[in-house]
Antibody
Framework: QVQMKETGPGLVQTTQTLSVTCTVS????????VHWVRQAPGKGLEWMGI???????NYNSALKSRLSISRDTSKSQVFLTMNSLQTDDTAVYYC???????WGQGTLVTVSS | DIQMTQSPASLSASLGETVSIECLAS??????LAWYQQKSGKSPQLLIY???RLQDGVPSRFSGSGSGTRYSLKISGMQPEDEADYFC?????????FGSGTKLEIK
């Protein structure tokens, strides 16, 4: 049974760095990729990036300069790190497996000055 | 980036009514198109992938069609539990992009 769960800080100050962890079970991170998708309040979905089973990454070019996705396969965890946060980075951050059949519950991150 | 233009932005339907939602891609996406349902406060749920393939466990009243740049999601017989937001997504080219969403309500 596949499960995915995001954990994040809840509140982050502007200009600071965001770190969100996605903990997975039911599949191996070396076999499947994990996407990050975010959704600002009342808005649509924005794809942020993916870490593939071989550890390579693809990023949304709009975020690439601020975004990093990494993982710890021994802990079945994927990490999203994004710097220079602004208020418009306030969103629910989701992780999803490579085919988008499974998603985490999401974690709300509020960026405040 | 491939732009996904989704319409309508909102829609209300009576129980039992058939509804359609459309997505137009800014270039051909070779059926690399998925549809998601998102209920209030919940994560998106995959309904359709590869334009017309029904995800396991999704009711058969949901169907997808299209080719090239034009794709549609049809719900044959609106049910109360279908009230939700719906999004299309292309996976033909990175960055993956989503449509802006359709809010479907019961009339």
């Amino acid at each position: 049974q596949v499960q995915m769960k995001e954990t994040g800080p809840g509140l982050v100050q502007t200009t600071q760095t965001l770190s969100v962890t996605c903990t997975v079970s039911g599949f191996s991170l070396t076999s499947y990729g994990v996407h990050w998708v975010r959704q600002a309040p009342g808005k649509g979905l924005e794809w942020m990036g993916i870490i593939w089973g071989d550890g390579s990454t693809n990023y949304n070019s709009a975020l690439k300069s601020r975004l990093s996705i990494s993982r710890d396969t021994s802990k079945s965890q994927v990490f999203l790190t994004m710097n220079s946060l602004q208020t418009d980075d306030t969103a629910v951050y989701y992780c999803a497996e490579s085919w988008f059949a499974y998603w985490g519950q999401g974690t709300l991150v509020t960026v405040s000055s | 980036d491939i732009q996904m233009t989704q319409s309508p932005a909102s829609l209300s339907a009576s129980l039992g009514e058939t509804v359609s939602i459309e997505c137009l891609a800014s270039e051909g996406i070779s059926n690399d198109l998925a549809w998601y349902q998102q209920k209030s406060g919940k994560s998106p749920q995959l309904l359709i992938y590869a334009a017309s393939r029904l995800q396991d466990g999704v009711p058969s009243r949901f169907s997808g069609s299209g080719s090239g740049t034009r794709y549609s999601l049809k719900i044959s017989g609106m049910q109360p539990e279908d009230e939700a937001d719906y999004f299309c997504q292309q996976s033909y080219k990175y960055p993956l992009t989503f449509g802006s969403g359709t809010k479907l309500e019961i009339k």
